[in-house]
Nanobody
Framework: VQLQASGGGLVQAGGSLRLSCATS????????LGWFRQAPGQEREFVAA????????DYADSVKGRFTISRDSAKLTVFLQMNSLKPGDSAIYYC??????????????WGQGTQVTVSS
């Protein structure tokens, strides 16, 4: 299953990063796509998700107003634009194919994550 995340890095607080996740046609057409993150010693945390049609997006309260999820059907790619980053956003970010509905999404598939580190 192809869910390849990229775009992470080290950024200062207040900065921005844009994560990308390349998928296959099968995944892109069949699933809601989203992001979750996991920091060391912490549980997995939902971040954002977008429906198959791209008409609906859900966000964790902690990122609302700062992060924006989008899908590009031509590129079979989902993006996460992260603005006004905080040190608390530091984690490994994973792209996932989701089933179900917010807030009870089920993570059916996910790929290798990309590290995001926000310095204070």
């Amino acid at each position: 299953v192809q869910l390849q995340a990229s775009g992470g890095g080290l950024v200062q607080a207040g900065g921005s990063l844009r994560l990308s996740c390349a998928t296959s046609g099968r995944i892109f057409r069949r699933y809601s796509l989203g992001w979750f993150r996991q920091a060391p010693g912490q549980e997995r945390e939902f971040v954002a998700a977008m429906s198959r049609s791209g008409g609906n997006a859900d966000y964790a309260d902690s990122v609302k107003g700062r992060f924006t999820i989008s899908r590009d059907s031509a590129k079979l790619t989902v993006f996460l634009q992260m603005n006004s980053l905080k040190p608390g956003d530091s984690a490994i970010y994973y792209c996932a194919a989701l089933s179900g509905y917010y807030p009870d999404y089920k993570y059916d598939y996910w790929g290798q994550g990309t590290q995001v580190t926000v310095s204070s």
